[in-house]
């Protein structure tokens, strides 16, 4: 028996004690689950322990503890009654800025809580550091030790520092909560996502419905230019809306007194490059539909648009939804938007980046951070209950829908999608005549002095080719990596706790704001006591947050590819003693090939227009070209900017054509199994 069973390559173990037969594990599965367990062990240290950090940091508060500190004045040669500085503090009326929170590098000259007139005719200071760790007094470059007086001269008593001291608490949510600047921040985010939710779906409805259900020209036509958006960073359509609608734009009047600046700006922007998206959950809701439901209707005499609110808005009512909370979580999290073109409308995307690198104030950071991350959660939250709740709309007996010919109908979706179409174009337009004009908008001969990047104050054109490098190496190990990590979710056997553990942790970045990773990368990798702090500030950690950053999307498009691959596969590959890792490259890689070459170029043309994931961990080495627009944009180099991002537009462009040629090429080549 046990001869016939190592044959088939069947390994047995004991007996169990209920005269039961335990199967010993091969190797194969023995590899498969401790690859499982290093895939889980990267995502578990790559994005949770880092997250975890951020809900450490936000309870951690600092204060500076004047009652800590004691002072001595030296004058006519005999030292002072020792007192402390918050006995200063009280007596001079001394308060910090309220507006300003202090954070872990906060540092307060100790001369500011005594006032000058006090301080005349004396010789020397006595400062005693009475906390019981010490090192909360800076005097000359150097912490002072607890219980040890350290003298200091008249002409250097302005150079003496107090350090904050951490406690844990939440105060840091209260101030957040009780400052009115930062709680206005929650309701405008809400209220501008709300609002571009509600434009953005029936938009995407409309245009996908002109695509799936009419018989109107140039459909290829329109739905390329929908997707133009996905292939730029969200800096671009904010410096486009600024050369259109700007103080010199060229439509200004248009808008009759009102000001692109602020939330009318960050609206059309948003529009601008949330549609791809919502288009993109439309048109495969609205390209699934029963023929017969409609021949129904029209047999029971219902009209038109009785039939549009009983059988097309109840099949397309899960995809609203999705394509809504996908609008809102991508609006409340986005960065770039309200950066180029907010004025000073305040979101908080927005304070996350004031608070780290206004102010060095990463506790409040934090805090924001979780604020931020509630909303986009609950939105992921919701949007995953409404999609379980959706039932198949097409049977093995459903006919496919064939819209009815009607040149009204045709004549009114074409116009609306050549409308929205040239919306986005002229936005992409708009900034391409800006990097190519000499000088906005008084010269508007043509040149290319703006793609001189090596003289403007962004990174020069290592930036761009930084960029290149970081998207190539995200797609390339990004793509493998997921599409294992997929593979080993579905394929292998048993082990089910960390198969489910995996599922779990691959969904988790779909609900973290960009922005929110970054500063928890700060936190995780940014410590000395990190044996991975050599990762910071180098191109590694740009691709791992990356790839972290983008993990869910291909994570669900490979497990949908591999589930429709039949068990058999790996059943006769055991009874044929084949290692696990054969079957995986020339069955699974072959027959996954086209979902592969999505998730790589899904991965390579995000990592080329993410800014708000690494904008807090580049390094004077490792700026990337959606960084350079930030900087650009910040310098008042605007149409540098726009060149910077129309050179990551012609990139993607150029990597999707050459993508789908080579893609295109492989499967007539080496699979023509795929063709009968």
Not at 246 to 269: D, E, M, N, R
Not at 299 to 328: D, E, K, M, N, Q
Not at 367 to 386: E, I, K, M, N, W
Not at 425 to 439: D, E, F, H, S, T
Request: with cysteine; aromatic share 12%; glycine share 6%.
């Amino acid at each position: 028996m046990s001869n016939l069973a190592a044959e088939r390559g069947i390994l047995l173990g004991s007996r169990n004690t209920d005269g039961g037969i335990r199967p010993k594990m091969a190797k194969d599965e023995l590899l498969q689950r401790g690859l499982l367990l290093v895939i889980i062990a990267y995502l578990f240290f790559a994005l949770l322990v880092p997250l975890a950090l951020v809900g450490i940091k936000s309870v951690q508060v600092f204060s500076f503890p004047l009652n800590r500190i004691s002072i001595e004045f030296k004058q006519n040669g005999n030292w002072s009654e020792r007192r402390s500085l918050a006995s200063w503090a009280e007596q001079s009326g001394f308060n910090l800025n309220p507006d300003i929170k202090p954070g872990e590098r906060s540092r307060l000259d100790v001369a500011s809580v005594i006032p000058r007139k006090e301080r005349r005719d004396v010789e020397a200071f006595r400062l005693r550091d009475n906390d019981p760790k010490g090192g909360i007094l800076f005097v000359n470059g150097t912490t002072t030790v607890a219980g040890i007086p350290v003298d200091v001269a008249y002409q250097d008593f302005g150079k003496v520092q107090l350090k904050p001291a951490m406690s844990y608490g939440f105060e840091n949510f209260k101030y957040y909560f009780e400052t009115p600047a930062l709680r206005q921040s929650i309701l405008n985010s809400l209220f501008i996502a709300l609002l571009v939710s509600s434009i953005v779906t029936p938009i995407a409805f409309l245009f996908a419905y002109g695509l799936a259900r009419t018989h109107m020209r140039g459909k290829s036509s329109f739905k390329l230019i929908a997707s133009l958006p996905v292939l730029v960073p969200s800096l671009l359509p904010g410096i486009g809306l600024v050369y259109l609608f700007g103080k010199q734009g060229i439509l200004t009047p248009l808008l009759f007194g009102a000001s692109i600046y602020g939330p009318l700006g960050i609206v059309l922007a948003s529009i601008f490059f949330t549609l791809p998206h919502a288009l993109m959950i439309m048109s495969v809701t609205l390209s699934t539909s029963d023929q017969r439901l409609y021949e129904a209707a029209d047999v029971l005499g219902a009209s038109p648009w009785r039939v549009f609110y009983t059988v097309t808005l109840p099949a397309a009512r899960y995809g609203l939804v999705s394509a809504f909370f996908v609008v809102f979580t991508l609006v409340v999290t986005d960065f770039g938007v309200p950066k180029v073109i907010g004025g000073g409308y305040q979101m908080l995307a927005l304070d996350i980046y004031k608070q780290v690198i206004g102010q060095q104030n990463f506790q409040m950071g934090a805090v924001v951070s979780l604020v931020l991350l509630l909303p986009a959660f609950l939105a992921f939250v919701v949007d995953r209950l409404v999609s379980r709740k959706q039932v198949s709309v097409l049977t093995a007996r459903s006919v496919p829908y064939t819209p009815k010919d009607n040149k009204q109908r045709d004549a009114i979706f074409f116009s609306f999608c050549t409308f929205i179409s040239l919306f986005v174009l002229a936005i992409i337009i708009m900034c391409q005549i800006a990097a190519l004009a000499k000088y906005w908008p008084y010269n508007l001969s043509l040149g290319l002095q703006h793609y001189d990047f090596n003289r403007m104050d962004g990174g020069g054109w290592r930036s761009y080719t930084n960029s290149l490098m970081m998207a190539f190496m995200t797609a390339s190990i990004g793509a493998v990596l997921i599409f294992f990590g997929a593979y080993l979710v579905e394929k292998t056997r048993n082990f089910k706790g960390p198969r489910l553990a995996l599922q779990i942790i691959a969904m988790v970045p779909m609900a973290v704001p960009g922005m929110v990773l970054g500063l928890a990368y700060i936190f995780f990798f940014n410590n000395p006591e990190n044996p991975l702090n050599a990762l910071y500030g180098t191109m590694a950690i740009l691709v791992i947050c990356t790839i972290s950053h983008l993990y869910t999307v291909p994570h669900l498009t490979a497990a949908a590819t591999l589930k429709q691959m039949d068990a058999e596969f790996e059943a006769v590959s055991m009874s044929l003693k084949q290692p696990f890792w054969r079957t995986f490259t020339r069955v699974s890689i072959p027959v996954c090939f086209p979902a592969m070459a999505e998730i790589w170029i899904y991965l390579f043309v995000n990592a080329m227009t993410t800014v708000s994931a690494v904008v807090f961990l580049y390094s004077a080495t490792t700026t990337l070209s959606s960084i350079a627009v930030l900087n650009m944009d910040d310098a008042g180099d605007i149409a540098p900017a726009a060149a910077m991002g129309m050179m990551i537009f012609y990139t993607n462009v150029g990597v999707r054509l050459l993508h789908g040629w080579l893609t295109g090429r492989i499967i007539t080549n080496h699979q023509k199994w795929r063709r009968r």
